[in-house]
């Protein structure tokens, strides 16, 4: 299992479309409970549950949805369910 170190991962404060702009993986906080999706749309697939407060890792933009991981499960979240800052 590599590392956060090792996956470049960076808690950053600025806009979402800034960071995934320069291709880095950074972390994010869930302020409140969520569903993640199997494809970025609120018609896919639930596959599951982020409990609020979570730590995330997200992993790429697509639209106004975000790819991410969360423990060793990725899915689809969107945007406007994330918050940017130090963490």
């Given at each position: 299992?590599?590392?956060?170190?090792?996956?470049?991962?960076?808690?950053?404060?600025g806009?979402?479309?800034?960071?995934?702009?320069?291709?880095?993986?950074?972390?994010?906080?869930?302020?409140?409970?969520?569903?993640?999706?199997?494809?970025?749309a609120?018609?896919?697939?639930?596959?599951?549950?982020?409990?609020?407060?979570?730590?995330?890792?997200i992993l790429?933009?697509?639209?106004?949805?975000?790819?991410?991981?969360?423990?060793?499960?990725?899915?689809?979240?969107?945007?406007?369910?994330?918050?940017?800052?130090?963490?």
């Amino acid at each position: 299992k590599m590392t956060d170190n090792q996956m470049g991962i960076f808690c950053l404060v600025g806009s979402l479309a800034t960071l995934i702009a320069a291709s880095e993986i950074f972390c994010a906080n869930l302020p409140s409970r969520h569903t993640a999706k199997l494809a970025p749309a609120s018609t896919a697939l639930t596959i599951f549950d982020i409990p609020a407060n979570s730590k995330i890792i997200i992993l790429e933009q697509h639209g106004g949805w975000c790819r991410i991981s969360f423990g060793n499960a990725y899915g689809w979240i969107p945007f406007s369910a994330i918050s940017i800052g130090e963490q």
